[in-house]
Structures are given as structure tokens and as C-alpha cells.
């Protein structure tokens, strides 16, 4: 699903990735981990298309990112991509179901299947009886889960996830961590989460392990 090559990344005279190789497969739930400052976000925003390296190739899904045109790149990341993150990102003038609805509209599919979907997931995910309600209204487990929701809407390739459960109580951290595997076995969902969660990493198919802008070990 996700290939890249010698990736490198530098930021003035920081270079915080140093020549990174990696390959995700279908269906996999691959944790990366590592200490603050050791590029694991930059990675995944480069992973997710959100950032361009400085050398090196990402291919997503047989597709050479590099390659894309502005407007490809654009369909790319709206039709293929997902992303969760540790601050939801709602918008609070927009009910839940209208904030899952969004990617889908933006991706110009018609406002009726788009609502559709958008309820589906939702009752999916367990906050059905919350569409109506904005997300001031919702808790913090409620807010991500519909925060997840709009990540599928568009039936994505592969979700990103960058401390998706940071802000969550433990018991709420551990319904999104099961609900990330429950997607994955139901629909075949590529996942490729950014955590320093010791448990979300136990869980996960592969945990990679980055120090000072290079990838130290992987374990499955």
C-alpha cells in the first residue's frame, strides 16, 4: 500500500529525516514510536502527502506522489487518504453528520449518498444517535469517533493517525485503539498511526521504531 525510499527531510540546518525506507502493507495496523524529536510526525505527514520531502519517493497505492500535478495530489489525498488526529479538527459551527459529510462533498459526491454514508458510519461507530448535535455538545471520546468517521467517508486506502488517543481517559483511549482493528478486519483498512502509546503499539501489527530521523528496528 505505502512504499518509500530514502526519504530525507531537513528544516533549516536540522536534518530530522536521514535517508528512511519503508514498506506498509494492505491491511496493515503499523505503529510508529520513538522518543519526542525523532521525526515520526514528519514522516507521517510526508507518508499522508501533507508534506514533500527534500529526496526520495513515496509511492501510495502503485502511485508515485512526486509524479502527481497539484490537482492529482489534491484527488489523492481526498479520495484515497484518510487522517486522524490528536486535536479532532471538527468544525463547531457544523453538527457531527455535517462534519463526517464534508470530505465527501468536497470530493463532489452527491449531497444525498454523502449523507448516507455519513450515517452509516456513524451509527457504525457508535455516535449515531449524536448526528444532530455539534461538537461542543459531544465528549471527548464522541468528538474522535466522529472525527474517525469523516476519515472513511470517502472509503480511504489508508488512515494516518497522529495521537489519535492523546487527549483521551484510558477508557476511552482503549474503545478508539479496538475500533481501529474492528475497521481494519471489517473493511481491510491500511492504518498508519503515530503514538506514544506503549499499548496501541503492543496491539499493532508492526511497531517501528524511530531515533534522530531514522528507523532503529521493527517488530512484529
Not at 88 to 97: C, D, K, Q, R, S
Amino acid at each position: 500500500m505505502i512504499r518509500c525510499r530514502d526519504i530525507h527531510k531537513r528544516f533549516g540546518t536540522l536534518e530530522v529525516l536521514r535517508g528512511i525506507d519503508l514498506d506498509i502493507a494492505q491491511g496493515e495496523v503499523a505503529a510508529i514510536v520513538g522518543p519526542s524529536g525523532a521525526g515520526k510526525t514528519t514522516l507521517l505527514q510526508i507518508l499522508g502527502t501533507l508534506s514533500q520531502p527534500d529526496g526520495g519517493t513515496v509511492e501510495i497505492a502503485g502511485q508515485t506522489v512526486g509524479s502527481l500535478r497539484a490537482g492529482e495530489l489534491v484527488r489523492l489525498r481526498n479520495e484515497r487518504i484518510g487522517f486522524v488526529f490528536q486535536f479532532h479538527h471538527l468544525l463547531p459551527e457544523f453538527t457531527a453528520l455535517e462534519n463526517v459529510m464534508i470530505p465527501a462533498l468536497i470530493g463532489r459526491r452527491p449531497r444525498a449518498a454523502a449523507q448516507k454514508r455519513a450515517d452509516e458510519l456513524l451509527e457504525l461507530l457508535g455516535v449515531g444517535h449524536r448526528a444532530t448535535h455539534k461538537p461542543a455538545e459531544l465528549s471527548g471520546g464522541e468528538q474522535q469517533r466522529v472525527a474517525v468517521a469523516r476519515a472513511l467517508v470517502n472509503d480511504p486506502a489508508v488512515v494516518f493517525a497522529d495521537e489519535p488517543s492523546g487527549n483521551l481517559d484510558s477508557v476511552n483511549r482503549e474503545e478508539l485503539h479496538r475500533l481501529f482493528f474492528r475497521l481494519r478486519d471489517r473493511f481491510g483498512y491500511t492504518f498508519v498511526i503515530v503514538t506514544h502509546d506503549n499499548d496501541l503499539a503492543a496491539m499493532s501489527d508492526r511497531r517501528i521504531a524511530m531515533r534522530d530521523g531514522l528507523i532503529v528496528s521493527e517488530s512484529e
